[in-house]
């Protein structure tokens, strides 16, 4: 049998020690995130950890980085489905949300990732800058302004209820609250009928 040495690049090793702060933070909590319980859960040394995470703030810095792109990732692809520019990523933000009711995992990871921005207020900012990005291209108008806020903000209580399971929401009532969007308005997508 060949036993050739598998070459990682640097950015599938960081990507690596990432998804690993991932598990374990969604296995056992933030707290739980430490580089030596990281390193002990990868095939290589804690030196080569250390080369892409000189310390656990790095490393939660790496994580929410991590997870901010790939939420934005996702809300842009959602997006690039909506012809009609006029608010397509608030549209897209909420229907990420509503579409996409949250697994187990996600609420682990979710409550995680709050639960490091609470410990560690400085990664805060990360998150922020990130979703923030998503507004840049909001209608400039004060109606479209506040149309895609409310958007947002419905996805956003929809996320944390999901996490905190405050309040039951089935497959259909997510459906629900597009079908309340607006006719003729920002809330209204593209497709010809909201949330469609």
């Known amino acids: ?17 990432i998804e690993m702060a991932i598990e374990i933070a969604a296995d056992q909590g933030a707290m739980a995130v430490t580089l030596d319980a990281v390193v002990a859960r990868l095939p290589f040394s804690k030196g080569a950890l250390l080369h892409h995470f000189p310390n656990k703030q790095a490393l939660l810095e790496g994580v929410i980085d991590y997870l901010a792109d790939e939420m934005t990732a996702t809300v842009l692809t959602e997006a690039a489905r909506d012809p009609n520019p006029y608010g ?11 579409n ?29 800058a990130a979703i923030r990005s998503l507004a840049v291209d909001d209608p400039e108008d004060a109606m ?8 947002r903000l419905i996805a956003d209580g929809l996320w ?11 497959r259909d009532q997510r459906k629900a ?10 809330l209204t997508d593209a497709y010809g009928e909201a949330g469609v």
């Open 1 to 17: 049998m060949d036993t050739q040495t598998i070459r990682r690049t640097p950015e599938d090793t960081r990507r690596q020690i």
């Open 88 to 98: 397509r990523n608030a549209r897209a933000y909420l229907r990420t949300v509503v």
């Open 100 to 128: 996409e009711p949250a697994t187990e995992r996600d609420v682990s990871i979710g409550r995680a990732a709050l639960a490091a921005c609470a410990i560690e207020p400085s990664l805060i900012p990360r998150w922020r």
């Open 144 to 151: 479209g302004r506040d149309d895609a806020l409310m958007l």
């Open 160 to 170: 944390m209820t999901d996490l905190f399971g405050t309040h039951e929401v089935s």
């Open 177 to 186: 609250l597009l079908s309340l969007l607006t006719p003729g308005s920002l």
